[in-house]
């Protein structure tokens, strides 16, 4: 329990004292002189934010059984509505609602800006490491929403695929995605239909885990290349 108490509060004082980089702080109000093509650019460029990451290995976590975390990233941007890049904390809760499958939920809030975002996920194991199977392999698909801006809302949709092999406490992974965005304005000095946009992505990561501690680091190449890490507890 001494473990487990000093791990939430780690959690806490990472969530709370990790501030984000200046040219992070933007507040989603869309210019007057935005362009469909620039929107549609956006529409593309935010899915890309907003998107649900993996962040760890394919194995479920078993029915009964919960995890807890924070996750930090960087995701640049090359759209002057966005700024540089964008990167706060977000809080991730996962359960593991049968031995194949988990659900999680995950959010965070700029607090130097007008924005937020939150999202659900599902993992499901297809197949698990074993003397006849030498990887494990999962589906995950997950859906995040843009909360907060009155001029716009946003929202991604991905169907993750993922394999890893644990080696010890250690587990390499890697994986592939698909995504599709969907943006409506609601801004009174632009007039655009709902822009959408989809695409395709890999990732790979290393995993480790010791006792009730679990970190993770991980790549992505999708319109950008962007990296994030994430701390947490089992129990």
């Known amino acids: 329990m001494k473990l487990f108490s000093t791990l939430i509060g780690i959690l806490g004082i990472l969530a709370t ?3 984000a980089p200046a040219n992070a702080q933007q507040a989603f109000d869309l210019r007057p002189g935005l362009t469909k093509a620039e929107f549609a650019e956006f529409t593309a460029e935010l899915g890309s934010i907003l998107r649900f990451r993996q962040l760890g290995d394919t194995t479920t976590l078993g029915k009964g059984h919960a995890d807890l975390s924070v996750q ?3 995701m640049p941007t090359e759209n002057r509505d966005l700024g540089r890049s964008i990167s706060f904390p977000r809080i991730v809760a996962r359960f593991g609602t049968s ?3 988990d659900v999680g939920a ?4 700029e607090p130097d800006a007008n924005y937020g975002m939150a999202g659900i996920d599902t993992k499901i194991a297809l197949l698990r490491q074993g003397p006849a199977r030498p990887v494990s392999v999962s589906i995950r698909p997950s859906f995040t929403s843009l909360i907060g801006p009155s001029e716009v809302w946003a929202a991604n949709a991905s169907i993750d695929v993922s394999v890893s092999r ?11 995605a698909t995504t599709a965005s969907l943006a409506l304005e609601r801004s009174a000095d632009v007039d655009f239909d709902p822009a959408t946009a989809d695409g395709s992505l890999a990732y790979a990561g290393l995993s480790y885990a010791w006792r009730a501690l679990n ?6 190449k999708g319109r950008r290349v962007s990296y994030a890490f994430r701390i947490g507890t089992r129990f």
């Not at 995950?106 to 809030?109: E, Q, R, S, T, Y």
Request: net charge negative; no cysteine.
């Open 166 to 176: 644990a080696f010890g406490a250690v587990s390499p992974y890697a994986g592939v």
């Open 99 to 101: 031995d194949r499958v």
């Open 17 to 19: 004292l990790v501030p």
């Open 72 to 74: 930090f990233g960087n």
């Open 106 to 109: 995950w959010g965070g809030i």
């Open 215 to 220: 970190v993770s680091a991980e790549l992505e």
